[in-house]
Nanobody, 124 residues
Framework: QVQLVESGGGLVQAGGSLRLSCAASGRTFSSYAMGWFRQAPGKEREFVAA????????YYTNSVKGRFTISRDNANNTVYLQMNSLKPEDAAVYYCAARETSRASYYPHDYNHWGRGTQVTVSS
């Protein structure tokens, strides 16, 4: 069973940066695609970014392209989300997810394991 623990959230001013981390347990991390999703109050969970098991393919929702970067360190079972130029509309609970295949997906239902989330708050 894979366990995912997010960290790095917090309060930041608009224009600032945060780096989220997701630490994964288990020996199969390097074979899993990983994704970041977010959910704001009253809204559905939405795709933010994902990358393949090798890290060679990355995907972003349009609203974060050029501002966010997803990466992974398979040696340390960790996936990151570097968030720059944050906007108030980026505020949400951010979730890390693992998919039991090497190919990433945009859809939450394709992911098998989820963390509990980390809160990101952006003040204007």
């Amino acid at each position: 069973q894979v366990q995912l623990v997010e960290s790095g959230g917090g309060l930041v001013q608009a224009g600032g940066s945060l780096r989220l981390s997701c630490a994964a347990s288990g020996r199969t991390f390097s074979s899993y695609a990983m994704g970041w999703f977010r959910q704001a109050p009253g809204k559905e969970r939405e795709f933010v970014a994902a990358l393949s098991a090798s890290g060679g393919s990355t995907y972003y929702t349009n609203s974060v392209k050029g501002r966010f970067t997803i990466s992974r360190d398979n040696a340390n079972n960790t996936v990151y989300l570097q968030m720059n130029s944050l906007k108030p509309e980026d505020a949400a609970v951010y979730y890390c997810a693992a998919r039991e295949t090497s190919r990433a997906s945009y859809y939450p239902h394709d992911y098998n394991h989820w963390g509990r989330g980390t809160q990101v708050t952006v003040s204007s």
